[in-house]
């Protein structure tokens, strides 16, 4: 199916492939023009991406599957900060502190979902590679849906 992973939180300077779940028409939009920096989240603005393709097929939720996409891309997480508690006190400005990511680790109660969460401050980190079809992957629901 694609990357399972364990709990192994990123490396800083290392490059990694993720993926971005989206519509098909931010898709078009993000192919032809590159991320843009989210205004918020949980993690506070930036470009949330997941090494979990199983965590991305998800997005957009409660979207019909034959309008999802999911973006492949290659992305060097540069300084990584570990989150994983609400309400830290670098939840959301991190990117303030000098980092150029954040990581949430599975099962640390931050997503519902218990898969990991990765959001990257600048877009300019992040190389599409290619566009993947989700309806094409076997479905895994999770035991909470």
């Known amino acids: 199916l694609g990357p399972q992973l364990t709990d192994c939180s990123p490396q800083n300077g290392r490059t990694y492939v993720m ?6 028409a931010s898709a078009e939009s993000i192919w032809d023009n590159g991320f ?3 205004k ?3 993690l506070g603005p ?18 019909p599957d034959e309008d999802r996409i999911i973006i492949k891309v290659k992305v060097n997480v540069g300084r990584v900060i570990v989150i ?15 980092y ?9 109660g931050m997503v519902r979902s218990g898969l990991e969460e990765n959001c990257i401050w600048d877009p300019c980190r992040i190389h599409i590679l290619n566009l993947i ?13």
């Open 40 to 42: 918020d989240g949980m």
């Open 19 to 24: 993926y971005h779940g989206t519509t098909r």
């Open 100 to 108: 150029d990511s954040a990581w949430v680790p599975p099962n640390c």
């Open 84 to 98: 994983s508690k609400q309400n830290d006190p670098l939840q959301k400005t991190w990117s303030s502190y000098g």
């Open 133 to 145: 079809k989700p309806q094409l992957l076997p479905f895994q629901p999770y035991p909470d849906e």
């Open 36 to 38: 843009q920096r989210s």
């Open 46 to 63: 930036g470009v949330y991406l997941s090494r979990d393709l199983e965590k991305a097929r998800r997005y957009p939720i409660d979207h």
